[in-house]
């Protein structure tokens, strides 16, 4: 049995669109007429092979439907009427959809882990490494638990993040806006009066008056050269050694580097955790790992220490000959390995790096936002001072 998208027109002659289970189209057909519908078009969910299919779903729809399958299974379910049961509440269309064709997969005789991989861009490698790790185990239900956490540990980071930066980029977007309008609308309204004077105006007033004519003249060009800058960086960055190069940049920079390096080793050492409580063998649960870091040089030392560890080395002493990783989580790295806990001394690290992050971020955004309310006002206080100081020199200037 397969599941097939369909549209279909009710009696009223309005456009109807779900999903279906069948074993051919005709058999969809023959369920349109019976709820009094009229069929345009019926496809099925899953795409040939060489066509990959790119549905895709939030991170928040991804972690729900985990814990939901993981509840299910525990309590004894069978994984297709678990599939089946999370489709039938599932609102959405396309994760109705998805789940579905997942389950048709299953039902055609696949494993779970060649269902999920039809949907590349809804689950990612290590999801699907994960999960066929527990179809090996015979313990499914307790690794979809731990990709449930990971899933949602994931989503509540970025969202905590996404909510922590929302306010200073509102508060930079407002006060960058603010002061455009005083320099190009308000001071020029303000310093006409200026301007018919023959004395010579104080530097300050001059140098306000040329930046307004300036905004006012070429504003406009100013911001599709700012635009025209964003957009050929983000060009340029598409191609690897660019990004590359900017990734080493990061790097070195004070702040940014520690929220670089920190956000994709907690990615690393929370991934590789979760991989090998599972049981994915420490060289594949590597190179899957690689795979979900962002920095492309952090990205190759991984994937350098990977060769090494295929080649009989530590874990400890591959990841140390790069010099990317923070000492502690190499010495937790260390202590795992030595007493068989590899699993949970990354997790440790994992968790260490999180909070470290966490903190980062707080202290970063803490500083930024009076700071900015200082720049702010030191901005209107010499606009202010600027069309003050004529003024407190007005009968010298009539004179």
């Known amino acids: ?136 185990s015979g313990h499914l239900d307790l690794v979809l638990e731990r990709l449930a956490d990971y899933t949602e540990n994931r989503q509540y980071l970025q969202h905590k993040t996404l909510l922590a930066l929302f306010y200073p980029a509102l508060l930079t977007t407002v006060a960058i806006l603010v002061v455009v309008g005083l320099l190009a609308y308000v001071v020029p309204q303000v310093v006409q009066v200026f301007t018919h004077i023959n004395q010579e105006l104080p530097w300050l007033t001059r140098t306000l008056i040329a930046l307004s004519d300036f905004l006012q003249n070429w504003g406009i060009w100013l911001l599709f050269l700012l635009m025209g800058i964003i957009g050929g960086l983000r060009y340029i960055l598409q191609f690897d050694k660019p990004l590359e190069t900017f990734h080493r940049i990061l790097l070195q920079l004070p702040l940014i580097s520690r929220l670089e390096r920190g956000a994709n080793i907690a990615r690393f050492t929370r991934t590789l955790s979760i991989l090998t409580e599972s049981g994915v063998p420490m060289v594949e649960a590597l190179h899957i790992t690689a795979q979900v870091i962002s920095n492309i040089p952090i990205r190759h030392a991984v994937e350098e220490a990977t060769q090494k560890v295929r080649e009989g080395s530590s874990l400890y002493v591959a990841l140390t000959q790069s010099g990317l990783f923070p000492p502690m989580t190499l010495h937790l790295i260390a202590s795992g390995e030595a007493g068989g806990k590899l699993e949970n001394m990354l997790e440790r690290a994992a968790i260490m790096q999180e909070r470290e992050l966490e903190t980062l971020i707080a202290v970063m955004l803490g500083l930024f936002e009076p700071l900015l309310i200082l720049l702010m006002g030191g901005i209107v206080l010499t606009i202010v001072l600027a069309i003050l100081m004529p003024i407190f020199e007005l009968n010298q200037l009539v004179r």
């Open 1 to 136: 049995m397969s599941a097939f998208e369909y549209i279909a027109l009710d009696k009223k002659g309005r456009t109807q669109k779900g999903v279906l289970e069948g074993d051919t189209p005709r058999q969809i057909r023959q369920q349109l007429r019976e709820q009094s519908l009229t069929p345009l078009s019926i496809n099925p969910v899953i795409q040939p092979a060489n066509q990959p299919r790119r549905t895709s779903i939030s991170a928040t729809d991804l972690a729900i439907i985990t814990r939901q399958l993981a509840t299910l299974i525990r309590s004894g379910l069978a994984l297709e009427e678990a599939l089946r049961a999370i489709s039938e509440q599932a609102e959405k269309p396309r994760l109705k959809s998805l789940l579905l064709a997942v389950r048709s997969r299953i039902l055609e005789g696949h494993s779970f882990e060649h269902g999920l991989s039809d949907f590349p861009n809804v689950f990612p490698p290590v999801y699907c490494a994960t999960v066929a790790a527990g179809e090996k």
